[in-house]
């Protein structure tokens, strides 16, 4: 699911890593830990994504970044819950110098 996630938003970051158009260029990164052990037959995955585009000649660059995780029990019969963190960050500088930044915190049940 992750993969076909990247595939559909950053088509041609996912053939090479990286994706260089007109507007500036993308990336991204995932780290998977699969069956870590974490206790209680409990397993932890986790999973990091991260893009960045940058526009030299208009002055401005983002950066986006979420950070997934997700523990699961064998057999377990209540959902799991996933919960993540949203980050995203800009920088104008044209004729001033304009920093963004927002954060957001998500939790779900997954069934």
Sequence with gaps: ELEAYMREHYPRAAESGT????????????????GKEVGNNQFEIRAYLSARRARPKGYWVGNWTSQWKITLTPGQSEP???????????????????????????????Q
């Design 19 to 34: 994706l260089q158009g007109s507007d500036g260029q993308a990336g991204y990164a995932i780290f998977l830990s699969g």
């Design 80 to 110: 799991a819950v996933l919960g993540g963190v949203v980050e995203f960050r800009t920088h104008y500088a044209e004729e001033s110098n304009f920093h963004s930044r927002r954060k957001a915190l998500r939790r779900v049940k997954i």
